[in-house]
């Protein structure tokens, strides 16, 4: 058994939900070698310094997210892929603390493949930014104003994918007009949508 961390103490204490099924989670994470930390505000579990899995809490479920998921066999076909932008990260999800508690061999047989994924180095092939579609609007801005274009195209792969998936959510024109519009001054300063 690992060593706790005792900011996980604190979470699992201050939980207002998914208490018992976090400490039963935790119990078989914990049963294996990664080492126990709190980031993002919530438990992750780490092998040499690498994330492997968070435990999280949601208002319909609790879940494990494998944060490399994607390159898991999942076996089991319990892996959930929470929408279609996301290439690596792949959930388990519970809804009580029986259920967890029935899948242990197999929460630990996945734990322990990605951890064998750690060992290994291997990485997501993630899709180029360049194959994700650019909001008809967000074009029309890139097109009018080259300053925009270069600072866009200056930003980091994941800076740009975060925008573009954003400003493709609305179904209304306006609506992601009005985001676009936000949010020009930020690409213009070379930063990401949530820096």
């Not at 968070?54 to 892929?81: P, Q, W």
């Amino acid at each position: 058994m690992h060593e706790k961390n005792p900011k996980v103490d604190v979470f699992l204490d201050s939980a207002d939900q998914w208490q018992e099924e976090f400490r039963k989670l935790r119990m078989i994470l914990l049963d294996s070698p990664l080492t126990e930390e709190l980031k993002w505000g919530v438990p992750c579990y780490t092998f040499n310094g690498n994330n492997v899995v968070l435990m999280h809490g949601f208002k319909e479920y609790c879940a494990l997210l494998f944060i490399k998921g994607s390159l898991l066999k999942d076996v089991n076909t319990i892996l959930i892929r929470q929408t279609e932008n996301v290439q690596a990260g792949r959930q388990i999800r519970f809804t009580g603390v029986q259920e967890i508690a029935e899948l242990e061999p197999i929460l630990k047989a996945y734990i322990q493949e990605a951890i064998e994924i750690e060992k290994a180095g291997l990485k997501v092939e993630f899709k180029p930014t360049a194959e994700f579609a650019i909001p008809e609007e967000f074009q029309k801005k890139l097109h009018e104003n080259p300053a925009l274009e270069a600072a866009f195209h200056a930003l980091t792969p994941g800076r740009q994918r975060a925008y573009l998936f954003y400003f493709s959510q609305p179904k209304q024109s306006k609506t992601r007009e009005s985001r676009i519009e936000k949010y020009i001054p930020h690409i213009l300063n070379g930063k990401g949508l949530n820096d």
